[in-house]
């Protein structure tokens, strides 16, 4: 006997079980998975100001305040003195202009520049310690010819500062066709002398922390007038720019501390010398504990190193100071301090001393002090004292934050409209926001930077917005998404969704198949 073979009937009982197991799984995925998904990957993308952003400035220019001031020259004679040499002395105004009031008018404060006029046997512009201020003479009825020379004057000493202010802007590509002529036509020394300056400085920031450090190649000498020292060569610093700049400073001493082993002096006569190729390994970075650039605001490091008595005197050759600076790190000096007479032991007649005194380190301090200047970008100009350079580094700097932040805010508007997938949350835009915000008031300042209080604004202003922009573009949820593109995410759910996917959608497929059947029946 055979028996007939076939595809078994399914009770109606079984018909509606599969149904309903196969709707049930639907259910779920479209009333439950769908929705849990779409909310734990969506991405947050609030609208970004890209116009505002992405807007050129490249039609910057500030005001330096000029004050005159006579004991001898009538109030109107010298207002009118005043306007003569402002009217002469304006230059280009693309980038900025003298604001020249007479001292009955301006008010004096800290980035002032003042002019004290007397009359003298010839026209002389000098500066004068004594008065901070730079100190006129004209001779006996040369009144009229005065603003020529006062304008030609104040035209030559900030020249720097205007070929600073162009360079900034060329380099940061906003300058014109008036800006690169105006390059053009600088000495070239002046050009590559303030590539130089822009190469070896610290970016312009709020906060620096000074590491300054005595490293001894034996146990002498363990002790040093660092204090005097400090409040002699790097305190007036500090506290010149202490309303721009916050910087702290901190000492060390550390004994046992030998040079880089690859580094080997050579003995020259009854000195051991350094070659200048020995010079950029001479820090021990493996023993030496110097200080990271942690936190907030780069580390600035200066080294005094005394050598071993046997290389003693240790010089560099052709650097008369015994002392070279490490670009956008620090500076480095060799000390070779006069041996004392060691009553203590007969083997050794000699030793190095145990404490260097404040003369032993005037010549490491001068240099550290000229170093700082550099590494912070504080113009060279000659013909400036160090007050007047300060003034200048202040507005530099005030505008160097106020381009890089027009350099964030332009990326990050590119970056939002080229890539589409990441993520831009509320914060960011509030950092955008109040970023554009305080650039807004740098603009509104700029055009009124005539006192002291107008540029604490300017500089707090772009400060801020520095600050801000910087949160903006390197948020961290936004940096995750720059590396996680579509191809990934394909890789990640494909092995997920082919599994379980293709028999849901050929029991869908199947079901559907069935209802039409038994509609047709």
Same mark, same amino acid.
């Given at each position: 006997?055979s028996?007939?073979?076939?595809?078994?009937?399914?009770? %109606?009982?079984?018909?509606? /079980?599969?149904?309903?197991?196969? +709707?049930?799984?639907?259910?779920?995925?479209?009333?439950?998975?769908?929705?849990? @998904? @779409?909310?734990?990957?969506?991405? $947050?993308?609030?609208?970004?100001?890209?116009?505002?952003?992405?807007?050129?400035?490249?039609?910057?220019?500030?005001?330096?305040?000029? &004050?005159?001031?006579?004991?001898?020259?009538?109030?109107?004679?010298?207002?009118?003195?005043?306007?003569?040499?402002?009217k002469?002395?304006?230059?280009?105004?693309?980038?900025?202009?003298?604001?020249?009031?007479?001292?009955?008018q &301006?008010?004096?404060?800290?980035v002032?520049?003042?002019?004290? #006029?007397?009359?003298?046997?010839?026209?002389?512009?000098q500066?004068s310690?004594?008065?901070?201020?730079?100190?006129?003479r004209?001779?006996?009825?040369?009144?009229?010819?005065?603003?020529?020379?006062? !304008?030609?004057? =104040?035209?030559? !000493?900030?020249?720097?500062?205007?070929?600073?202010? !162009?360079y900034?802007?060329?380099?940061?590509g906003?300058?014109?066709?008036?800006?690169?002529?105006?390059i053009?036509?600088?000495?070239?020394?002046?050009?590559?002398?303030?590539?130089?300056?822009?190469n070896?400085?610290?970016?312009p920031?709020?906060n620096?922390?000074?590491?300054?450090?005595?490293?001894t190649?034996?146990? !002498?000498?363990?002790? @040093?007038?660092?204090?005097?020292?400090?409040?002699?060569?790097?305190?007036?610093?500090?506290?010149?720019?202490?309303?721009?700049?916050?910087?702290?400073?901190?000492?060390?001493? %550390?004994?046992?501390?030998?040079f880089?082993?690859s580094? %080997?002096?050579q003995?020259?006569?009854?000195? +051991?010398?350094?070659?200048?190729e020995?010079?950029?390994?001479?820090?021990?970075?493996?023993? +030496?504990?110097?200080?990271?650039?942690?936190?907030?605001?780069?580390?600035?490091?200066?080294?005094?190193?005394?050598?071993?008595?046997?290389? #003693?005197? /240790?010089?560099?050759?052709?650097?008369?100071?015994?002392?070279?600076?490490?670009?956008? @790190?620090?500076?480095?000096?060799?000390?070779?301090?006069?041996l004392?007479?060691?009553?203590? *032991?007969?083997?050794?007649?000699e030793?190095?001393?145990?404490?260097?005194?404040?003369?032993?380190?005037?010549p490491?301090?001068?240099?550290f002090?000229? %170093?700082?200047?550099?590494?912070?970008?504080?113009?060279?100009?000659?013909?400036?004292?160090?007050? $007047?350079? =300060?003034?200048?580094?202040?507005?530099?700097?005030?505008?160097? =934050?106020?381009?890089?932040?027009?350099?964030?805010?332009?990326s990050?508007?590119?970056?939002?409209?080229?890539? *589409?997938?990441?993520?831009?949350?509320?914060?960011?835009l509030?950092?955008v926001?109040?970023?554009?915000?305080?650039?807004s008031?740098f603009?509104? &300042?700029?055009t009124? *930077?005539?006192?002291?209080?107008? +540029?604490?604004? &300017?500089?707090?202003?772009?400060?801020?917005?520095?600050?801000?922009?910087e949160?903006?573009?390197?948020?961290?949820?936004?940096?995750?998404?720059?590396y996680?593109?579509?191809?990934?995410?394909?890789?990640?759910?494909?092995?997920?969704?082919?599994?379980?996917?293709?028999?849901l959608v050929?029991?869908?497929?199947?079901?559907?198949?069935? #209802?039409?059947?038994?509609?047709?029946?």
């Amino acid at each position: 006997m055979s028996l007939a073979m076939g595809t078994p009937v399914e009770t %109606q009982r079984e018909v509606s /079980l599969r149904s309903r197991v196969v +709707w049930s799984f639907w259910v779920i995925i479209l009333l439950l998975g769908l929705p849990t @998904w @779409w909310a734990t990957t969506s991405i $947050e993308r609030a609208s970004l100001p890209s116009d505002l952003m992405l807007a050129s400035h490249d039609d910057l220019w500030y005001s330096i305040p000029v &004050c005159l001031s006579s004991a001898s020259i009538a109030k109107n004679e010298l207002a009118k003195l005043a306007w003569e040499t402002q009217k002469l002395a304006k230059g280009q105004q693309f980038l900025f202009k003298f604001h020249v009031q007479a001292q009955n008018q &301006c008010q004096q404060d800290a980035v002032t520049t003042l002019i004290t #006029i007397a009359e003298g046997e010839d026209y002389d512009i000098q500066y004068s310690s004594r008065s901070a201020s730079f100190e006129a003479r004209y001779p006996e009825g040369g009144m009229p010819s005065l603003p020529f020379h006062l !304008a030609t004057f =104040l035209q030559s !000493a900030f020249l720097e500062e205007h070929a600073s202010v !162009a360079y900034q802007l060329f380099t940061s590509g906003k300058s014109n066709e008036d800006i690169q002529s105006f390059i053009q036509t600088l000495p070239q020394d002046m050009t590559n002398n303030i590539q130089k300056a822009a190469n070896r400085a610290f970016k312009p920031g709020s906060n620096y922390h000074l590491s300054i450090s005595l490293f001894t190649a034996g146990s !002498a000498p363990s002790s @040093w007038d660092i204090r005097q020292a400090l409040d002699t060569y790097i305190e007036p610093i500090v506290y010149a720019l202490s309303s721009t700049s916050n910087i702290s400073v901190a000492s060390q001493v %550390q004994l046992y501390s030998s040079f880089s082993p690859s580094v %080997q002096p050579q003995q020259r006569d009854s000195t +051991w010398r350094l070659k200048k190729e020995d010079l950029t390994s001479f820090v021990n970075t493996a023993e +030496w504990p110097l200080s990271p650039s942690i936190g907030q605001g780069p580390t600035i490091n200066f080294i005094t190193y005394v050598p071993a008595k046997q290389f #003693i005197p /240790l010089l560099l050759d052709d650097n008369s100071t015994n002392s070279w600076l490490v670009p956008q @790190w620090g500076g480095i000096t060799i000390l070779n301090p006069p041996l004392r007479s060691n009553e203590e *032991s007969e083997l050794e007649s000699e030793v190095l001393p145990d404490h260097l005194d404040h003369a032993s380190l005037v010549p490491a301090f001068e240099s550290f002090q000229t %170093q700082l200047l550099q590494l912070l970008g504080v113009p060279q100009s000659t013909k400036l004292p160090l007050q $007047e350079r =300060l003034k200048s580094f202040q507005r530099l700097s005030a505008l160097s =934050l106020y381009l890089r932040t027009s350099s964030n805010l332009g990326s990050l508007a590119r970056l939002a409209q080229r890539l *589409s997938n990441i993520p831009i949350p509320r914060h960011v835009l509030r950092s955008v926001d109040s970023a554009l915000a305080r650039l807004s008031v740098f603009q509104q &300042c700029l055009t009124t *930077s005539t006192t002291g209080e107008s +540029w604490s604004t &300017c500089f707090t202003s772009a400060r801020a917005a520095f600050v801000e922009s910087e949160k903006a573009f390197f948020d961290k949820s936004m940096v995750g998404q720059v590396y996680f593109p579509d191809e990934h995410k394909v890789a990640v759910y494909l092995p997920l969704l082919g599994p379980v996917g293709v028999p849901l959608v050929v029991g869908l497929l199947g079901e559907m198949k069935s #209802i039409i059947g038994r509609r047709k029946r």
